[in-house]
C-alpha cells in the first residue's frame, strides 16, 4: 500500500483531473513508498499479524525483543500455550507506539516466557498491527508525495542521473541520493537498530 493517494499526488504536482499519467503515476508512488521504506527500515501502514519468536537472542530475562515494530499489541500466546496477554506489557510503558518489546513485569513473577527452539509449534505468538503507526505520520506521507513527484520529473530531463557526469569544464558532477529535503524529512524515522 503506497503512504500517499493518487489524488494526493496530482495535487501536488497541479495535473488536476488529467488522468493521461495516472498508471505512471501509481507506480512512482509504489516505488516512492518502496524507497522511503528502505531508508527508514520501517513499515508505516501497519498489517495484522501474528510474529513468532523461538530464539534465545529474542530473550533476555522477562523482555522479548521484538524484530519489527509494533503498533498495537492484542495477543501474546507463550510457547506452551498459554495466554500471557494480561501478564505482558509493552515497552517502552506510556509511550505511544511503535513498541519495539514486550516484558513481563515482576508483580507477574509466576509468570515466564516458554519456547523451544527450532520449533514453531512451540514459539511465543506476538499477535498484533505490525508497523510504526496505522496510518503514515503527516511528514512521511508528504515525503513520500515529494519523491514521487521528484521521480516524475526525472522522465523529462535530458541529463543521466545515474553515474558521475563530466562537464565540458572537467568538473564532475556525481549523481544524487535521495533529495536532501526528503531526508530530512524522514530522519526522524529512521529505525536504529
Given at each position: ?122 514459539a ?44 565540458n569544464d ?9 533529495p ?14
Amino acid at each position: 500500500m503506497a503512504y500517499a493517494t493518487l489524488d494526493d499526488l496530482k495535487q501536488y504536482l497541479g495535473i488536476g483531473t488529467s488522468t493521461a499519467d495516472d498508471a505512471l503515476l501509481t507506480e512512482l508512488l509504489n516505488r516512492a513508498t518502496d524507497l522511503v521504506r528502505t531508508f527508514t527500515g520501517r513499515e508505516f501502514a501497519a498489517v495484522a499479524g501474528t510474529r513468532k519468536y523461538m530464539f534465545s537472542d529474542a530473550f533476555q530475562g522477562r523482555i522479548l525483543y521484538l524484530d519489527e515494530d509494533l503498533a498495537s499489541l492484542t495477543q501474546v500466546v507463550n510457547g506452551d500455550g498459554t495466554d500471557i496477554t494480561a501478564k505482558v506489557q509493552v515497552w517502552p510503558p506510556n509511550a505511544k507506539p511503535p513498541y519495539w518489546a514486550l516484558w513481563i513485569p515482576w508483580e507477574h513473577a509466576d509468570t515466564d516466557w516458554t519456547w523451544t527452539e527450532g520449533r514453531s509449534d512451540k514459539a511465543v505468538q506476538v499477535t498484533g498491527l505490525w508497523g510504526y503507526s496505522q496510518t503514515p505520520p503527516d511528514a512521511v506521507k508528504h515525503a513520500t508525495i515529494r519523491l514521487a513527484a521528484w521521480l516524475y520529473r526525472q522522465k523529462d530531463t535530458s541529463a543521466d542521473l545515474d553515474r558521475p557526469l563530466l562537464t565540458n569544464d572537467g568538473v564532475v558532477i556525481m549523481p544524487g541520493a535521495l533529495p536532501k529535503d526528503i531526508q530530512q524529512m524522514l530522519a526522524p524515522y529512521r529505525r536504529l537498530v
